[in-house]
């Protein structure tokens, strides 16, 4: 059996279609860039995904507090600037115990993975 020839000159008809729909090939391909977003955050880590790292200001730094209870926000600020709500007033490395600082202190714990440390503070009037 031999394939029917197309006489010169006349156009050669398209291929057939694959059979698949373009919204079928769309939503293949916003699958496949599913799967690289959960690979890449799986790689990352969750935590690191959607966490901050821990700011780390010295004494006599001022800081920004805000939000509260089990995860309040906390961000480096200049002295001067209107956000600043805490003075640093002592570091201290090597826990997570925020009885480390005395009563006329507040104290915000602060870790990422073994970087742990309390940072006492004053807060600004």
């Avoid at 729909?21 to 860039?33: D, E, I, W, Y």
């Avoid at 600020?77 to 709500?85: L, N, S």
Wanted: with cysteine.
């Amino acid at each position: 059996m031999s394939t029917p020839q197309t006489p010169p000159g006349r156009p050669v008809p398209p291929a057939a279609a694959s059979g698949r729909s373009l919204r079928t090939k769309l939503l293949s391909g916003l699958g496949v860039l599913l799967v690289i977003a959960v690979v890449m955050v799986a790689k990352v880590g969750i935590r690191d995904a959607f966490s901050e790292d821990p700011v780390r200001a010295g004494v006599g730094d001022c800081v920004a507090v805000t939000g509260g209870g089990d995860a309040p926000k906390v961000e480096a600020v200049g002295c001067d600037d209107a956000r600043a709500t805490h003075t640093v007033s002592k570091v201290v490395d090597d826990t997570f115990d925020p009885k480390v600082c005395d009563d006329e202190f507040d104290a915000l714990s602060q870790q990422l993975d073994s970087d742990r440390f309390v940072l006492c503070l004053t807060p600004r009037k």
